[in-house]
């Protein structure tokens, strides 16, 4: 049974004598200023992925097509690179004020293909453990993973792992009211075919929480958080708040503006169920990028040579297995937000690119 998520009021009246509270001068912007590198009016893990999908759905019929006009969309591929923008350096933000001290987001969808998201953090980490290990086992049993990454190194990163559409960059200073960090995917009711005089019907979609299957309402998986910047006893750290929430219900922002009283959800906390076993209470220290991506339990990270090695087994061994349709097991919390499974050839016009494993990678910064 998951243990009750507690919401604190405000961090200043939590803070024990070894945090200082919140200055108002480290507190510039308590809304966020998003600095997008694409000229997207859409965000989320879900509308990124759902344009991927289109943009090489549209290249795959291309040969179908009597008379392709230039308002195609571009395959993935064929998309233009961010560009040469130096997205590990503050100065990429021209209308933050360069004293400001807080957390910065960054996030792309990446190619997984043979393990290549973890493989890449395999080899980049420095190997510090940035939670507790009650903390990092409690997560990696829901499919996600939190890795420490040498701000120096974020841009090989970046390198290995290119985007396949846009890096989204947002900069959120301190903020100390729950806001939403990264948004992903949606759950959708599973859908029961009709069979003999049986119609068809649905059911809530099922998560596999803590390692046990569980029916949740249909939403949308994100993550929030809210971060502000204390002293302690080992100097000047981020402090970051965040858990992965079901967001099944949408506060009407008038009303939580003016306070007034609604039968609806008047915070983001309220908007639906905060998964508690996903949640971190951690100080970040500057100078280093914090990489939270999905992977499935019992996945083991490895370096190049082991990836090939593990390709060519499995090359080895196709066509060994039993006969008979393969049924997908549940997905974790953190798979089920920010990955998109792959999917089986459809044809002849099949297109590879929307087979492959898509992974969203999350950067959490302190600055």
Known sequence: MIAPFHIRPSPERELGDTLQPPHATSMPNSAHQAHSLSPSSRSGFG????????ATMLTSCKGNSKAPTSQQSPAADQLPPVG?????????FPLVDRVSKGLEVQWWVADDSDGAVGAALFDLSDGAAPLPPERARA???N????????????A?????????????????????????????LRLEPAIRPA???????????????????????PGVLRIIGRSWTANSTTG???RLEAAVQLQTAVRDQAVAALKLKSAGPTSVVEEGRVFASTSLDIALPTGFAYVLVPEAPGVEWKDARARQRAREEARASEG???AGPEVAPPRTIGEAMMSVQSRPSSGPNDNPALRKPIKAVVVLIPR
């Open 156 to 184: 090989e990163l970046q390198t290995r792992l290119p985007t396949l559409r846009t890096l989204e960059r947002t900069w959120f200073g301190s903020v100390v009211d729950w806001k939403p960090i990264f948004t992903g």
């Open 320 to 322: 060994s297995g039993t």
């Open 47 to 54: 509308w990124t992925c759902a344009a991927l999908i289109a």
């Open 143 to 154: 499919g996600l993973r939190l890795v420490r990454v040498p701000l120096a190194k974020l």
């Open 236 to 238: 000047e750290a981020l």
């Open 139 to 141: 997560l990696i049993e």
């Open 84 to 92: 040469n923008t130096d997205t590990t350096s503050p100065h990429a």
């Open 195 to 217: 069979e003999g005089n049986v119609r068809a019907s649905t059911a809530d979609p099922v998560l596999l929480i803590n390692g046990v299957p569980e029916r949740v309402a």
